[in-house]
C-alpha cells in the first residue's frame, strides 16, 4: 500500500510559478512510476506530466504544458515534484498525483495510488 500527500497548490496570478510537492509512504517509492494528473471542475481528469520508475530517466509531458513544467524526483526523499511556471488561467485544476507499478504512466487506467488533490488556482 501506497500513501501519496500532495502538497504545494495554492492562488497566483498569470505568469507566476508553483511547485507542488507529492510525498509517498513505504520503502518501494523508487519502484514506481509517477506523474501529475488534473482535473477541473466538470472536466475529465487529464495527464499533465509522468516521470520513470527508478531514475527518473524518462519523462513525459501533456503538449499543454509543454515548456512550462517540469518533473523531478528525489528518492530519497520519497518525493516527486511539479514545477510550473508561467502559468495561465486555464490550468487551474485539482492536481493529484499518481504512482504505478510500471516503467511509466500517463493514463488514468494506469495508475495504482492517487494523492488527495491540490487545488492550483490561477487569476488572469
Known amino acids: 500500500q501506497v500513501q501519496l500527500v500532495e502538497s504545494g497548490g495554492g492562488l497566483v496570478q498569470a505568469g507566476a510559478s508553483l511547485r507542488l510537492s507529492c510525498t509517498a509512504s513505504?520503502?518501494?517509492?523508487?519502484?514506481?512510476?509517477m506523474g501529475w494528473f488534473r482535473q477541473a471542475p466538470e472536466k475529465e481528469r487529464e495527464f499533465v506530466a509522468g516521470?520513470?520508475?527508478?531514475?527518473?530517466?524518462?519523462?513525459a509531458f501533456a503538449d499543454a504544458v509543454k515548456g512550462r513544467f517540469t518533473i523531478s524526483r528525489d528518492n530519497a526523499k520519497n518525493t516527486v515534484y511539479l514545477q510550473m511556471n508561467n502559468l495561465k488561467p486555464e490550468d487551474a485544476a485539482v492536481y493529484y498525483c499518481?504512482?504505478?507499478?510500471?516503467?511509466?504512466?500517463?493514463?488514468?487506467?494506469?495508475?495504482?495510488?492517487w494523492g488527495q488533490g491540490t487545488q492550483v488556482t490561477v487569476s488572469s
Open positions: 513505504g520503502r518501494t517509492f523508487g519502484s514506481y512510476a
Open positions: 499518481a504512482a504505478a507499478d510500471k516503467y511509466t504512466l500517463s493514463k488514468p487506467y494506469e495508475v495504482d495510488y
Open positions: 516521470i520513470s520508475r527508478r531514475s527518473g530517466a524518462s519523462t
